[in-house]
């Protein structure tokens, strides 16, 4: 079912699809800048991935004792009941299909019925921790417009997850804390090993522009 050209569904798509483009940007920030900053940064991505997909698993697991003991998970993302408001792409009787706009790597079903914890919730997180914490130590504190812009999307991406229901506020929590540990932490670990491999942190002293000893002499002329 296509969505209809609204504001709403405008601001929807783009925030659901949001990561992409925060990804995206910084990976070609980083090439125009002819630096490793966004290698970097998708590393500690692909390491934040990896411990979202763990967590989830343990939470998955959990369900399904819970189920083999004829009992509802308690991570499970909830059902869309009859009496709900239905948006595009939810159906009565599974997940909306907006809730995981792309499976990445080690994501299966199991996991994806499981919204515990919020894989965009960490990815915000992550995010926007990781680059605040080089805009924070840098002295002259560059990049402050792009950190609110990081701070606005996340925001409305996980409050139009929870209204429509793709994850609730405790998955969000959890999400949030741990991408946020996960983003201080990765920032300390490339920070001490090189402090000018972090977005928007330490610049490159041999970088800076340098007056040579050429000496120019004038001449006047009429």
């Not at 209204?163 to 946020?180: S, T, W």
Request: glycine content about 10%; hydrophobic content about 45%.
């Amino acid at each position: 079912m296509a969505l209809k050209f609204s504001l709403d569904n405008i601001v929807q798509f783009f925030t659901f699809i949001s990561p992409i483009f925060i990804s995206l940007f910084l990976l070609i920030k980083s090439t125009m800048d002819y630096n490793i900053r966004g290698i970097i940064y998708l590393v500690g991505l692909l390491l934040n991935w990896i411990i979202g997909i763990l967590l989830k698993s343990m939470f998955s697991g959990m369900d399904a004792s819970a189920r083999a003991k004829g009992k509802r998970g308690q991570f499970e993302r909830l059902p869309i009941k009859m009496n709900w408001p239905l948006h595009a792409g939810q159906t009565t009787d599974g997940i909306p299909d907006y809730c995981s706009v792309f499976e990445g790597p080690w994501f299966t079903s199991a996991l994806g019925a499981t919204s515990m914890p919020s894989m965009n919730a960490m990815f915000h997180a992550f995010t926007f921790a990781y680059i605040l914490m080089g805009v924070a130590t840098n002295p002259n504190h560059p990049g402050i417009p792009f950190v609110i812009i990081l701070a606005l999307t996340g925001i409305i991406n996980m409050g139009y997850r929870k209204m429509l229901f793709c994850d609730k506020f405790m998955d969000i929590g959890v999400g949030i804390v741990v991408g946020a540990a996960i983003g201080v932490g990765y920032f300390y670990l490339i920070n001490s090993w090189n402090p000018t491999y972090p977005f928007y942190a330490k610049e490159d002293p041999m970088k800076r522009c340098k007056l040579g000893k050429t000496r120019f002499k004038c001449t006047y002329q009429q």
